[in-house]
């Protein structure tokens, strides 16, 4: 059986590079607000529209030195799955060595077959400037993966780090280092190309799978969030406390569970609708008034929680009063007018990595049957 010639792969290559293009494209369209897509769908298409052009001018019989366009598109691919990953993982496209080398490497590539009348030192130099831009990008993307986890990271660092080995690989195989002859350049530069091809697919499959385990985040997240205070719900609460107590922090978190007090008497004089406001301001008051690593949470009904991160010692009540006071200080502009509302605060401090979320958060709710049947619009503390 004779091996594959290269220019049989190169139209495999442009098959799979426009398929992908189109499905990322298509992707990206539907997703309007997933920048990176395009960027990832510009890396196909570069590849895809390079090869295209290439075979165009080998048809028309234009000058040889222009064919190199064909070798460019690997390298133009590499700058946008580096720019697209950097979009991903929300970090800064300020610096602008990516783009300028790789313009400085393609018009080098011209002058270079233009200068030795022949091919290899183009395919040469863009195959290694290629892998110098994977190399940031399979970087990014194992930070990103010893952070969050997850195979899709795992997949598209592997996927450009076996990249940039196979592109250095190939780009010294067809030079005079390596490639004696001809035919034997002809036949690296295929086990290349047929490499090549299938890393590009693995790549697709890490991407599709990211844009996947992102939809799936989004998702779970509006799970966990209370569509109308904007706060955790009860399930996003149990889990967050979960972690919390198992992350063995030197001063353990502070529970504190507040309800809202008489609230079924603003609903029965003013109306749901005016309930639900008074319900949002709370939550909104509980969010401003928290530090960014604390949590709000509306458990359900008019009751809310919150959990201090890094308390300081002995402070408890002080934190309790400050929830109570951030609520009542102020009445809430409704639609019924200015209503003045208190709230019943019980606090807890875990005792420990070892206490159970269920045993802290009784200690709590029990405080605040105590703080309501003490006559409301107070703080007790856990025993």
Same mark, same amino acid.
């Given at each position: ?12 290559? $442009? ?18 607000? @997933? ?35 064909? =070798? $460019? ?34 018009? !080098? ?8 009348? $022949? ?19 399979? =970087? ?7 952070? $969050? ?6 997949? +598209? ?15 010294? !195989? ?64 149990? @889990? ?7 992350? /063995? ?39 401003? !008034? ?8 509306? +458990?359900? /009904? @008019? ?19 400050? +929830? ?33 979320? @269920? ?11 105590? !703080? ?12």
């Amino acid at each position: 059986m004779e091996p594959l010639h290269a220019d049989t792969l190169l139209r495999v290559f $442009q098959l799979v590079t426009t398929m992908l293009a189109l499905a990322t494209l298509g992707g990206a369209w539907h997703l309007k607000g @997933e920048r990176a897509l395009w960027y990832w769908a510009g890396a196909f298409a570069a590849a895809a529209v390079t090869q295209a052009i290439r075979a165009t001018l080998i048809a028309l019989e234009a000058p040889r030195v222009l064919w190199v366009i064909g =070798h $460019q598109g690997s390298l133009l691919a590499a700058l946008m799955v580096l720019l697209g990953l950097r979009v991903y993982l929300g970090l800064p496209l300020r610096a602008r060595w990516p783009i300028v080398f790789t313009g400085l490497t393609c018009v !080098a590539s011209f002058a270079l077959t233009a200068w030795v009348g $022949q091919f290899w030192p183009s395919l040469t130099l863009t195959l290694l400037a290629s892998a110098v831009l994977n190399m940031p990008a399979a =970087h990014a993307a194992l930070r990103a993966w010893k952070e $969050q986890r997850g195979f899709p990271l795992a997949l +598209l660092a592997g996927d450009l780090l076996v990249s940039a080995v196979i592109e250095v690989a190939r780009g010294l !195989a067809v030079s005079p280092l390596i490639a004696q002859s001809r035919a034997e350049l002809m036949a690296y530069n295929s086990i290349g190309l047929l490499a090549t091809i299938a890393l590009l697919i693995g790549q697709a499959l890490a991407m599709l799978l990211l844009l996947q385990d992102r939809a799936l985040r989004q998702i779970e997240r509006l799970v966990e969030i209370d569509v109308l205070t904007g706060l955790l719900n009860r399930r996003g609460f149990d @889990e967050r406390l979960r972690r919390l107590l198992k992350r /063995g922090a030197p001063r353990p978190p502070l529970l504190a569970v507040l309800d809202v007090d008489h609230f079924k008497r603003i609903n029965d004089t003013h109306g749901h609708a005016v309930g639900d406001a008074v319900l949002s301001g709370v939550g909104a008051r509980l969010h401003e !008034a928290l530090r960014p690593l604390d949590l709000a949470v509306r +458990l359900g /009904g @008019e009751e809310f929680a919150v959990i201090w991160l890094n308390p300081e010692a002995g402070g408890e009540m002080r934190l309790g009063e400050r +929830l109570r006071e951030v609520i009542g200080g102020q009445p809430f502009e409704t639609v019924a007018g200015a209503l003045t509302i208190t709230v019943s605060v019980g606090v807890a401090p875990a005792a420990g990595p070892d206490e159970a979320p @269920e045993a802290l958060f009784s200690r709590a709710d029990a405080a605040l049957y105590e !703080a309501k049947r003490g006559g409301r619009d107070r703080v007790v503390l856990a025993a």
